[in-house]
């Protein structure tokens, strides 16, 4: 195993960001691999294969380095610990009801996450099955088992980068704004009113743009800036919690 | 030129609800839906059946699908007793159903319900027969 050095990090975080070469992201993600397995062991005693914590944790850890602003003089794996804790704990969470995915699986997920949205710019459309399969250079079975997992798997844990990395949180809290309209329509629906004051704002905006405002799942993804795929599973996960809630059952 | 059709008996219970809709998604895939219409049919189907089987009073839910150039088209029945809509107009999921599906109709039968959700096909999305 690489020792790990702070200054390996650095350089190599200069060359993700000037070349985006998927090899320098892979080193990268080697050389953090130890802190991800020193933070899965503090969750080992909680009935869960160290295996899959520490898969769990990597996912963290690949969103660390995507979202890793080097500008900001902050460590690395100060930067990460929390990313990669919050991914665990998101992962017992949210034990309730995901079904455990195959590791191969979820890395095909993450990929065609990836080919769903480079195409659906291409195509100007949502794409198809097949054209997935074609592209991403698998057969379409396996496009639809990992869609299939990647609705049973974590929410978000399979979430990709955000479309548009300069996207200004404060712009982001203004577009909420529209939860209040959102809120006013949804509260027609009076049992459900205090379900949907439980969502986060988010989910709250999502729900009411595809619903109510007839959005597509990719504008909307445009709109909240994560990926269509994140939206189409936060959309199952939000009826699921709705339908459930109804009969006084869960928590979002 | 054929038109695919699928038909698919389950036991009226929440448990096969999954197993539906995956049904429902494996077709709309096969037949080169969007993935945004798979989603879109899938969510709906689940939808449609977590409300027939609240009311459903018999032992099975049947799905049948069928897919033409134009659209594709999924109906889920079970039986009921008869008295009211299944789904109510006014309802939340009402209001999803119409949002997921491009048509949609409610049929309260004597002793059954139905629900047919229809998905136009999007143009470039070729149909495969």
Same mark, same amino acid.
């Given at each position: 195993m690489t020792t790990y050095t702070r200054d390996d990090t650095k350089l190599l975080f200069a060359r993700l960001r000037e070349t985006d070469d998927p090899g320098v992201r892979e080193e990268l993600t080697k050389l953090h691999l130890p802190l991800v397995e020193y933070l899965a062991k503090r969750f080992? #005693?909680?009935? @869960?294969?160290l295996d899959d914590l520490i898969q769990v944790g990597s996912v963290g850890l690949l969103k660390a380095i995507d979202r890793?602003?080097?500008?900001?003089? /902050?460590e690395f794996s100060t930067y990460a610990t929390p990313t990669i804790v919050g991914e665990l704990k998101r992962y017992f969470r949210d034990k309730g009801w995901a079904v455990r995915v195959p590791r191969r699986l979820q890395e095909l997920s993450l990929r065609l996450n990836k080919v769903v949205a480079q195409l659906t710019q291409e195509l100007g459309r949502s794409p198809t099955v097949p054209e997935i399969a074609k592209y991403a250079g698998v057969s379409e079975e396996e496009v639809l088992e990992a869609l299939e997992s990647g609705q049973a798997?974590?929410? $978000? $844990?399979l979430d990709a980068p955000s479309? $548009? @990395? %300069?996207? #200004?949180s404060d712009l982001r809290v203004d577009r909420m704004g529209e939860t209040d309209v959102a809120l006013d329509n949804l509260e027609y629906f009076a049992s459900l009113a205090p379900l949907i004051a439980e969502l986060p704002e988010r989910e709250r905006t999502i729900l009411y743009l595809r619903?109510?405002?007839?959005?597509?799942q990719s504008r909307i993804a445009e709109h909240v800036g994560i990926s269509q795929m994140h939206v189409s599973r936060l959309l199952t996960r939000i009826l699921d919690f709705l339908r459930s809630g109804m009969n006084g059952e869960a928590h979002y | 030129m054929t038109t695919p059709q699928i038909y698919l008996r389950v036991p009226?219970?929440?448990?096969?609800v999954s197993l539906l809709r995956t049904t429902v998604g494996a077709f709309a895939a096969h037949e080169h839906y969007t993935l945004e219409q798979i989603d879109d049919l899938r969510m709906a189907a689940e939808e449609a059946a977590v409300q027939l089987l609240r009311r459903s009073t018999g032992d099975r839910l049947t799905l049948e699908m069928s897919a033409d150039e134009q659209q594709m088209q999924v109906r889920l029945t079970v039986s009921v007793t008869p008295g009211?809509? /299944?789904? %109510?107009? @006014? $309802?939340f999921s009402w209001t999803i159903l119409q949002a997921l599906a491009d048509d949609l109709d409610l049929h309260d039968g004597r002793g059954s319900s139905s629900v047919t959700l229809s998905k136009h096909r999007t143009v470039g999305a070729e149909f495969v027969a």
């Open positions: 080992k #005693d909680r009935g @869960e294969p890793f602003d080097l500008g900001r003089g /902050v798997y974590s929410t $978000s $844990s479309t $548009s @990395e %300069d996207d #200004d619903f109510f405002k007839g959005m597509t | 009226a219970n929440p448990g096969f009211g809509p /299944v789904i %109510d107009p @006014e $309802s």
